[in-house]
C-alpha cells in the first residue's frame, strides 16, 4: 500500500482544553505544547488531521454553526504559533438519538473520507486521543495508537494495548521517533 501518513487527532482533551459541549469560540484554549507538536508534524510532512464526536449537536447543546466557529477558533490560534491542521472531520451523531451511523468514532468514516481526500495510507498512520474510542480505529486500518493522559477522563484500557502519554507533545515525539509502516512516498 502507498499514500500519505496522517496523524489523526482528537480534538477536546487532546489538542484543546476539554469544556464539555463547547460553544463559544473564546472558550477554546489549546493544550500546552499542542501548537508546536502539530508544527513538528507540519515540518515532517505528516498531515494532521482532526477527528471528532461532537454529540452535543445530537443533543441541541450546539449547533453546526457553534461547532464551526470553535473549528475557525482552533486554526486561528494554530496559525498564530505557526502551526495548522490539514482538515476537521467531526460526527455530529449520538446512537441514542439518531440511530447507529459509520462516523462516530471509532467508526470508519471520518478516516476512510480523509483517505480519498488525501490519498492516505491508513495502515501507516497514526491515531492521538485521550479516550480509547480516539485510538481503537488504528486497529481496523491496521495503523498505531497513542492515548494521552491530558484529558479529563482516563481511558480503561489493559496494560501495553496502546502506548500511553503525558500529552501530545510526547505523542507526536513517539510517532516522529517510530519508522514507518508500509509506507512509500507518493510519486
Not at 55 to 74: C, F, K, P
Not at 90 to 108: A, F, N, S, T
Not at 134 to 160: H, K, M, T, Y
Amino acid at each position: 500500500m502507498s499514500g500519505r501518513r496522517a496523524v489523526f487527532l482528537d480534538r477536546d482533551g487532546t489538542l484543546i482544553e476539554d469544556v464539555s459541549y463547547l460553544r463559544d469560540p473564546a472558550q477554546v484554549h489549546l493544550l500546552p505544547g499542542a501548537a508546536g507538536a502539530v508544527r513538528r508534524l507540519n515540518e515532517a510532512g505528516l498531515l494532521a488531521i482532526v477527528a471528532t464526536n461532537q454529540s452535543g449537536i445530537a443533543r441541541g447543546l450546539l449547533t453546526e454553526e457553534d461547532y464551526l466557529a470553535a473549528e475557525r477558533r482552533v486554526d486561528e490560534l494554530l496559525a498564530g504559533r505557526g502551526a495548522r491542521l490539514d482538515a476537521h472531520y467531526h460526527c455530529p451523531h449520538l446512537p441514542e438519538i439518531d440511530g447507529p451511523c459509520r462516523c462516530r468514532k471509532p467508526g470508519p468514516l471520518l478516516y476512510e473520507l480523509a483517505s480519498e481526500r488525501f490519498g492516505l495510507d491508513l495502515g501507516a498512520s497514526w491515531w492521538v486521543g485521550d479516550r480509547l474510542r480516539d485510538v481503537e480505529a488504528s486497529r481496523l486500518f491496521g495503523g498505531r495508537g497513542i492515548l494521552v493522559d491530558s484529558g479529563p477522563v482516563r481511558p480503561a484500557v489493559s496494560q501495553g494495548e496502546f502506548p500511553r502519554v503525558p500529552d501530545l507533545a510526547a505523542a507526536v515525539r513517539m510517532v516522529l521517533a517510530a519508522p514507518p509502516l508500509h509506507y512509500l512516498p507518493p510519486p
